[in-house]
């Protein structure tokens, strides 16, 4: 194997990474914060690519206004689903199999009221960044360049958030112990709400990104969604940088693994990641282990 091929193997595979690490740091997010797991993540994502869609194709607005609008939609919808549905849930003595059952509930709900709007064809995008570029033989299109830089930019803010604001403060200390952080004068139901909202625009960022890649259609979620639950576990349910790590080695893994053997060996090759790190190492990479 020359070693441009292993430089696009590479390159391929922190692409793929930065999605998985998007989709999968919204989940760390939500489970850190609220100690819930949200199965409609893919939904959300979903809802992200459509907007993209009907933003670029009938709005016909600039690129950076769509992927805006993406963002804006899915974060809003967030918002609501939190507001009306899971709220009064978190608030039950035992919340996590309603939770649980409702997000189930909703993915099957987005999907089929997808499918009855939008029809089950892929809808086409044009790429919001397009052209390629080479460099010492490796190919570069500037999709695939933006979903990176995107992936990084986003990664910055909500660390920066979460370390810097008195949001950030707010998160952190209702992760640890909401009973003490209402006590010190925190409305954690804000700050569900609002990290709720945030955790699902990332999926739906990472959708306006890939969108342009992959089309859109009513089930465009499932694997990002099935990964990113992979990357979960790899790096550490509530650890953001597990998230990110985590989506980054799997997509290289996968890269690599894909080039040895073929493609078809893609999700075998995650789902045997999945089953090594549980066998070695439940918690994940940068997991606290639970006493």
Do not use: C
Not at 127 to 147: E, H, K, S, T
Not at 184 to 192: A, L, R
Not at 235 to 251: T, W
Not at 266 to 276: G, K, R, T
């Amino acid at each position: 194997m020359h070693g441009f091929n292993i430089a696009q193997l590479l390159v391929d595979g922190v692409v793929a990474g930065s999605m998985y690490a998007l989709m999968a740091s919204g989940i760390s997010l939500i489970w850190g914060t609220m100690r819930m797991l949200n199965f409609a993540h893919g939904e959300f994502y979903m809802i992200g690519g459509y907007t993209l869609f009907f933003a670029l194709v009938a709005l016909k607005v600039h690129p950076v206004i769509a992927v805006g609008l993406g963002l804006l939609m899915t974060f809003i919808l967030g918002v609501v689903v939190e507001r009306l549905i899971m709220r009064w849930l978190l608030l039950r003595a035992e919340w996590e199999m309603p939770t649980l059952v409702a997000t189930l509930g909703l993915s099957v709900f987005m999907q089929n009221f997808a499918l009855r709007t939008f029809g089950a064809g892929d809808l086409g995008l044009p790429y919001v960044v397009p052209g390629v570029f080479r460099v010492a033989g490796v190919v570069l299109p500037g999709q695939r360049i933006a979903i990176v830089l995107v992936a990084i930019v986003a990664f910055a803010a909500v660390w920066s958030i979460l370390r810097y604001t008195k949001f950030g403060i707010a998160i952190r200390a209702t992760s640890q112990d909401r009973d003490t952080a209402v006590l010190m004068g925190i409305d954690f139901p804000k700050v569900y709400m609002l990290t709720f909202g945030i955790s699902v625009a990332l999926a739906a960022l990472a959708a306006t990104m890939l969108a342009p890649i992959y089309s859109v259609n009513p089930w465009m979620g499932q694997r990002p969604m099935l990964k990113a639950f992979i990357v979960v576990v790899f790096g550490g349910l509530g650890s953001l940088e597990g998230a990110v790590l985590g989506g980054m080695a799997l997509g290289i893994i996968e890269s690599v693994g894909v080039a040895v053997v073929s493609s078809e060996w893609q999700d075998v090759i995650a789902f045997a990641i999945l089953i090594l790190v549980l066998w070695i190492r439940p918690q994940g990479l940068f997991g606290a282990k639970e006493s």
